[in-house]
């Protein structure tokens, strides 16, 4: 199994108060691009550096400096997969293990973060951007699809989606430009999630009941 999952989530939290946000206090997030902007057959990124459009991005305009801003630490506790203006933000943690299983793939860029109108320290975080695009869709057993050819399952909540084991190879975090995912999520291998399970990381919601996305190596055919 794969898994489908988004990032900067509490799960269960029983408050009526909105959620903190973290905002950047320099850089420029809508300035961030992508060193090569070049669109390919999948889905539409129009140059703009997300974290999960799988290519890497420019340092220029990176923020280095962020606040949380809103509810409390007792009621939202600090996160391991934070955001920042939808950009994946991760604690050293995430980092460490991200880079032990896909090494050198992914880009990590240092933020100072500090929390509330005093300041006091958050952390250090680091800004995520996934280095890995690759098409790992089965499409004989997934579908529907709209008219560019992108599979839409996931985002619908309609259809099938079977993942290419062959294709996801040594993988752990990416993205498929051929599956609709929504701007806050990816794909991670099973051996990952089970990591991160077991290091208690948290801001990727309920890990047990993340989507879990069947594989061509589950398959008594395969």
Known sequence: MAYSVGFGLYGKVDT????????????????????????????????IGFSNVGRHVLPENMPTLARREGAGLSIYPKLDFHRLNGLALVS????????????SAHQFFPVQVTVGKSDEEYGVYYILFLGNRIETLERQLSGPYNKIGICSALVYGEGELTLNSKKIGGHHLWVDPFVALGMNFFFISDEIMLHFKNLGITGLGDLDRYIRIPETKDSVQQ
């Open 16 to 47: 009526y108060e909105p959620k903190p946000n973290i905002r950047p206090l320099d850089g420029d997030t809508k300035k961030i691009r992508l060193i090569d902007p070049t669109q390919d057959e999948g889905t539409r990124f129009t140059g």
């Open 92 to 103: 050293q943690k995430v980092k460490d293990a991200i880079e032990s299983f896909d090494p």
